[in-house]
């Protein structure tokens, strides 16, 4: 009987290390084909194969869950996304903060979300924000977009806008979502009532290609699908509303979205005016975010943008930053 009882032992035990041997084979598989994909995929971005590889800053994910509800909609889970946050500095320590990360990690995962998580700590939270922006990422895998919630603190409005040119000077694309949580909500159902998307136009080549896209991505998430794109763009007389209805037009039929378009004539109302009677029962409003260099004090300028959008609906502020044909990414073949 003992005999029977040691000659048991050894095979389990023998098939305990032939499974954690086996285990370790599969791993280095892994790596080896991560590593193999590195290298093949550097290089020049064909835009068609373009997808959004998020940073999110989301502070804790509890506090702020819109923003991850937000970048899980637009990764389709076949982008990638980093929860990101900083930590004040001083208050933990390596293996605590390692710690932290993996009881982020398993929350993400027990909600559905497939994500990485990264925490840094630093003297205060722009800091932190700057580190990441600058360092994080491996060769090709860096994020190509960086995702905010707007600051409401009048008082860290300047450093704020310091971040965004700062993403913009590292060729991040920026998404500021402008809403509150109890606002903004990526249900895990079919909403009651189709959604409206409201584009505000100003070109596909500045940051018209993104916003584009960015609708794109969320009409085709579950919460939002089949929510209704509507292409919006001013012009001062109705000499110049039909050729712009035409051209407008042109332009939805020759991408893949299925968007309408709206031509609204201003009739020398301030854009703000217009912009508020004509989103005002928008789901969500997309609108262009001018670049550091195009204007003349960008904090001046966040400030005044933050002013106009104060009483509307969800929205979003976008920065294409990426040299990169956004076009070419919704072309119909």
Known sequence: VAAVIVLGIYLWLERREIESAWGDVRQGIWMSLVRTGLFRIQGPLDSRNWRPHLMVFSGAPTKRWHLIDLANALTHQRGLFTVASVLPEGSRNVA???????TVQDYLERQGI???VRLVTAPDPFTGMKQLIEAYGIGPLMPNTVLLGDTENPEERDRFSQIVAQCHQAKRNVIILRSSPEQFTL???RPSRLRRIDVWWGGLQSNGGLMLILAYLLRTSWGWR?????????????????????????LADSLRIGAVTQVIVAYDRPFDEILKISSQTADLILLGLATPDQVENFGDYYTKLHTRITDLPNSLLVMASEELAFSAVLQKE
Do not use: H, Y
């Open 187 to 189: 249900v895990r159902r």
């Open 96 to 102: 605590r903060q390692e710690m932290m990360e993996s």
């Open 114 to 116: 497939q994500a990485f």
């Open 226 to 250: 089949g929510a209704e794109i509507c292409l919006k763009l001013v012009v001062p007389t109705d000499a110049a509303a039909e050729s712009a209805e035409a051209n407008l037009r042109q």
